[in-house]
């Protein structure tokens, strides 16, 4: 059964940092792309970055150079970093495992101003 576990979320003020850790169980981490998605209340689902099982990243505009996804193969978990926070960013942050049904249960992120 596979099962993603997100920590790491909290509350700081704008211009902050903070690191999102996602553990993958029972699946096959290392083959498998990995997202990171945020929903604010009221709002749509929105895909902040993802990377593949070569390395390769992709972030939406509104994080790029700001947030960097990492992966730690060996330990089966997915980081997202994320530095300058903006009161924007608030939001429920979820991992994905890309392109399929399987999602954590989310971090709540809150960025003060």
């Known amino acids: 059964q596979v099962r993603l576990v997100e920590s790491g979320g909290g509350l700081v003020q704008a211009g902050g940092s903070l690191r999102l850790s996602c553990a993958a169980f029972?699946?096959?981490?290392?083959?498998?792309?990995m997202a990171w998605y945020r929903q604010a209340p009221g709002k749509q689902r929105e895909f902040v970055a993802l990377?593949?099982?070569?390395?390769?990243?992709n972030y939406v505009d509104s994080v790029k150079g700001r947030f960097t996804i990492s992966r730690d193969n060996a330990g089966n978990t997915v980081y997202l970093q994320m530095n300058s926070l903006k009161p924007e960013d608030t939001a429920d942050y979820l991992c994905?495992?890309?392109?399929?049904?399987?999602w954590g249960q989310g971090t709540q992120v809150t960025v003060s101003s």
């Open positions: 990377i593949t099982s070569a390395g390769t990243t």
């Open positions: 029972g699946s096959i981490f290392k083959l498998n792309t």
């Open positions: 994905n495992i890309y392109s399929t049904n399987y």
